[in-house]
């Protein structure tokens, strides 16, 4: 009985694993297909879920099948909760679609593990001489562009602007604002009801680690799995500023460290902060929540040390590599890629456009109107950033980082005792 | 039960004090989720904490029922629940007993594999899942994941189902074989009579973990025609935590709904039980 | 285990043919299992065993989620790895506390509730389905619904706790509330469910046992200590080690409330078996966290499910 039932185990055993080998072998069946009268059908996932932003799709989508009877293209709606995960196991499982919407920070371990097409040689010049630098950067895997860019947010300073007249300050104008007088308009505003800033940081990472360039604030060098770490006073510069005005300035309220943006958008619409970091496409947000006759403005982007820079993380439109059809799928996405595509995109999800054209059309159409002036301005600082080629980030960012960012903004541990943290716990 | 004694008052006073406190605990942050699908977007971003909405808008059950094709997506959950449900009763019970009373190593091999499949993370098992039912080509199908949802919630029903079993105390099972009457007709009449409460329970389980199951859903289904309700609430969760409250919670107090309908009328049943029980007594 | 208070029941069990040695009647009996296991069998097999399986032996591989990866076994160097991965054992204490309280606490709460229930209180239909409810709700709103029940600001236990001049608590984002924070979402999501099942295991109690204790003059306490409790007995271990466990392997809940923070006090094991099976796609390293995983906890629970085989022994020889 037992050797019958070992035996057993065993044969199930092997069973298991080579139903997962030999499938992890013959991934290429993924994605559409050829129908009968020769025509291709390219699947599309896309994860846009602004019914403006579906209609822009839809409509660019319409028009190339309009004019590429032989190349289809199907749209298939996913959501962004989940998207990693639902991705992952159609790539493993081999049924992952032909052209997949995603974003840099997450699509770049996609490419690392080989599963997605180099689009250097599809995308036309112009559409590559569209998009600065420093984006491309942050679709770049290995010398090879894995993912075509498309919108971006930015994080902006927004104001109260009657509580800075009360306070006397003026609003800032101009290209940028330096931290210090983010600070110095944060400790002017403060009153004994009001703090000067509110921030939501509850999961601090991703804005520490997208403010760290204006600094210089590298943290990573080498790519892929040989990555070094270093934290110095570069890297540390943007939490130990946020630690300063909160504990030594008292400008910014501390419980707003432990919310999210969306939480302390109410405390900005109740008066008792006056300024308030956002991911710039709260905006739009306030275009809608804020009380009647509250009064708003977008600040000019916060300058570092080293300028006005952001590590740019784009959504993106990347190719399967085992698609029957990457060079269709390719050129589709260099079609898709048209300024009126992406600006109407952009307008309906208040993101930045990474195209230059697209940008020059949401500024003509929008007129520069409710932060539109400041938001687009912030897409000049955008630089690639180390953080997005580094493997082990993501696992890194949330047992790591984001706890020791926590401790040291809620005050429980100094910033020698940050560096040391994020330093041992690398690799 | 309480039939033959004369509760005391303060005990009765302190009875209704508990009772109230579980309401609350229970029940307020439903009636708090309720609310807020009728308030607007402004008031869910503002300050304020009221019960009562400042201004009643119904436009979150409008956006929900428009905009993501909550009803078409309800249908598949209410088909893959239901299948579910009953699928799995069926499959539970003679095995639950088999557990339960059986001697020996399949009794030990069982429950041994029901606790690896509850502690073994779910997420290690996706990839090797899918893959079966792509060989079986299941994948992106309802009927793939119904039987995943069957096996999913098997090593509960049975670890539960097993439980009530050892409950009914074997000398009822023996004075039915001693008067002559089969096993077969021993389970039939003796002994699953008195599992209908535990089968009621269960039967619930079932329902509501397929009804609000989303991870297996997200993974297994890819054509949006086929996505089950949780999978569309779950759109209301967009890029960057841009989550659209009202609609939301609209939509949650809307999905709800058929779980409650499904649990009343098992509640029933479940009820009935102790009934039988009384008047068998 | 169905052995109720001597004083109060025909003695239990003991027919002595069960002990008696092999025989025709065991045959049958095995014939029988088979009939009765076979409908759940095959689907477990399928869908289950073999992906378990699967996944219990790629702890002993080096198998990646990339590409085209081959997959080679290594024995236990994933283990060898594990065994120095302090992060991960860290969070093993929280995850104990975390999971084992609240499934203490629902048990018992649940017992409570399922006794109300039981007895002869007005509203009873009204109250049970009231009741039910939080376990109907999709799990997605569980988290963001107590998100804003804990809001610091706009939230309504703030509100409520002003009106008693008691300032403003910061539950999930203060270090020494978010995890007992955490604890009552996870009560309040586990509590219907557990007190359906408990209600169950009562009507399942046989009428006649009630009687003939109440006929000996035991009062409603003596009753329930002598007679439901014990008669509840397997549905409660059942149940409340089931809670346990899906308490511990589930970070849903606990990563919507509070994404592990503040500073890691909620971050329990399970959250970096995904973080590693899926981020890092090192499902191999994984696995073998999945294996370690399934032992420590069968190890824990034994202790508390060998008492119950125990008993089950007596009860039948």
Request: with cysteine; net charge negative; glycine share 10%.
């Amino acid at each position: 009985m037992n050797s019958k039932k070992s035996i057993g185990a065993l044969a199930l055993l092997t069973a298991g694993a080579f139903a997962l080998t030999a499938c992890q072998q013959g991934s290429a069946s993924g994605g559409g297909g050829d129908s009968e009268d020769g025509a291709v059908t390219l699947q599309f996932q896309s994860l846009s879920d602004q019914p403006a932003t579906q209609e822009a799709i839809q409509a660019a989508v319409d028009s190339w099948n309009s004019d590429n009877p032989d190349v289809q293209v199907e749209i298939i709606q996913a959501g962004w909760d989940g998207a990693y995960d639902k991705l992952i196991t159609q790539f493993t499982g081999g049924t992952a679609p032909d052209i997949i919407h995603f974003e840099a920070a997450s699509i770049v371990a996609f490419a690392q593990d080989g599963y997605l097409a180099d689009l250097s040689e599809g995308l036309s010049e112009e559409t590559i001489a569209d998009i600065p630098e420093g984006i491309w950067d942050s679709v770049t895997v290995n010398d090879e562009i894995i993912a075509y860019p498309s919108t971006m947010q930015s994080y902006v300073a927004f104001a109260n602007a009657d509580l800075l007249e009360e306070a006397g300050v003026e609003v800032p104008t101009g290209d940028s604002m330096s931290w210090d007088q983010l600070a110095e308009i944060a400790e002017a505003t403060t009153t004994d009801d009001v703090y000067g800033l509110g921030w939501g940081l509850g999961s601090p990472a991703a804005t520490v680690m997208t403010l760290a360039p204006g600094f210089g604030g590298d943290f990573f060098s080498g790519s892929g799995d040989d990555v070094q770490i270093e934290v110095g006073d570069a890297e540390l510069e943007v939490p130990e500023r946020i630690h300063e005005m909160a504990y030594e300035d008292e400008s910014l309220d501390p419980v707003s460290l432990t919310q999210s943006g969306s939480d302390v958008l109410a405390s900005f619409y109740g008066g008792t902060v006056a300024m308030t970091v956002q991911g710039s496409f709260q905006a739009a947000n306030m275009a809608n929540d804020a009380p009647e006759g509250f009064n708003w403005v977008a600040l000019p982007p916060l300058e570092g040390s080293e300028g006005a820079l952001q590590a740019a993380n784009p959504q993106t439109y990347s190719v399967n590599i085992d698609s029957e059809h990457v060079e269709e799928a390719t050129a589709f996405l260099d079609f898709f890629a048209s300024g009126q595509t992406l600006a109407a995109i952009a307008q309906a999800d208040a993101l930045i456009p990474a195209s230059e054209s697209a940008r020059e059309v949401v500024a003509t159409e929008t007129g520069g109107e409710d932060g539109w002036e400041q938001i687009l301005a912030t897409a000049d600082g955008m630089v690639g950033a180390p953080f997005l080629q580094a493997n082990g980030y993501a696992e890194w960012k949330e047992t790591v980082l984001n706890p020791a960012l926590q401790q040291y903004l809620g005050d429980q541990i100094s910033s020698e005792e940050l560096a040391t943290q994020l330093t041992d716990g690398w690799g | 039960m309480n039939t033959n004694m004369k509760t005391p008052l303060p005990v009765t006073v302190l009875q209704y004090l508990a009772l109230g406190g579980f309401l609350l605990f229970l029940g307020f942050p439903v009636l708090w989720i309720v609310s807020a699908s009728f308030k607007s977007s402004a008031e869910l971003n503002s300050l304020s904490a009221n019960l009562i909405p400042n201004e009643w808008v119904f436009t979150n059950f409008t956006t929900a029922l428009e905009r993501q094709n909550l009803l078409s997506s309800a249908g598949n959950s209410f088909l893959v629940a239901v299948s579910t449900m009953v699928i799995a009763v069926i499959v539970t019970l003679p095995m639950s007993y088999a557990l339960a009373r059986l001697r020996g190593k399949l009794r030990a091999a069982g429950t041994v594999w029901i606790l690896a499949t509850q502690v073994f993370p779910q997420i290690l098992i996706i990839i090797p899942l899918f893959l079966v039912l792509r060989t079986l080509m299941l994948n992106d199908t309802l009927l793939g994941l119904i039987l995943v949802y069957v096996t999913f919630t098997l090593p509960f029903t049975l670890w539960m189902m097993q439980g009530y079993v050892a409950a009914v105390p074997r000398e009822l099972e023996d004075a039915g074989s001693m008067d002559g009457a089969s096993r077969f007709k021993v389970l039939v009449h003796i002994v699953f009579p008195l599992l209908r409460p535990g089968l009621m329970a269960t039967a619930m389980f079932t329902f509501v973990s397929a009804w609000n199951e989303f991870f297996l859903a997200l993974v297994l289904l890819q054509s949006p025609e086929l996505f089950t309700l949780p999978i569309t609430l779950r759109a209301f969760l967009g890029a960057e935590g841009q989550t659209q409250l009202g609609p939301l919670a609209a939509g949650a107090v809307l999905a709800t709904i058929p779980s409650l309908i499904v649990f009343s009328f098992l509640q029933k049943k479940l009820t009935g039980g102790m009934l039988a029980g009384a008047v068998k007594g | 285990m169905s052995a109720p208070a001597p004083a109060l029941a025909p003695p239990s069990g003991g027919s002595p043919r069960r002990k008696a040695g092999l025989g025709p009647r065991q045959k049958a009996e095995r014939r029988e299992a088979i009939a009765l296991v076979i409908p759940a069998l095959l689907p477990i097999i399928v869908f289950s065993m073999i992906p378990l399986l699967a996944g219990v032996y790629l702890g002993f591989t080096n198998a990646t989620l990339a590409r085209n990866a081959e997959i080679e076994f290594i024995g236990f160097d994933n283990f060898v790895q594990l065994a120095q991965d302090k992060q991960f054992w860290d969070s093993f204490g929280i995850g104990l506390v975390w999971a084992g309280s609240v499934a203490a606490l629902t048990g018992m709460s649940a017992i409570a509730l399922a006794l109300l229930l039981n007895s002869k209180l007005r509203f009873k239909s009204l109250t049970r389905i009231i009741v039910l409810i939080p376990w109907a709700m999709p799990p997605v709103v569980t988290g963001i619904l107590w998100r804003m029940i804990y809001d610091v600001n706009s939230g309504p236990l703030n509100a409520a706790l002003g009106w008693f001049g008691i300032d403003k608590v910061n539950w999930l984002g203060d270090f020494s509330t978010a995890l007992p924070a955490v604890i009552v979402v996870g009560i309040w999501s586990g509590l219907p469910q557990t007190t359906v099942l408990l209600l169950a295991g009562m009507q399942s109690i046989p009428g006649e046992l009630h009687e003939a204790a109440a006929l000996d003059g035991a009062n409603g306490a003596r009753r329930f200590w002598h007679v439901t409790l014990p008669g509840l007995a397997p549905v409660l271990i059942a149940i409340t080690s089931i809670d346990f466990i899906w308490n511990f392997n589930d970070f849903g809940i606990v990563y919507v409330l509070t994404e592990g923070g503040p500073g890691g006090r909620t971050m329990i094991p399970p959250l970096f078996t995904y973080l590693e099976a899926f981020r890092n796609r090192e499902i191999g390293y994984a696995s073998a966290m999945g294996d370690v995983l399934v032992l420590a906890i069968l190890l824990i629970l034994s202790i508390y499910l060998v008492n119950q085989f125990r008993q089950n022994k007596e009860g039948r020889s």
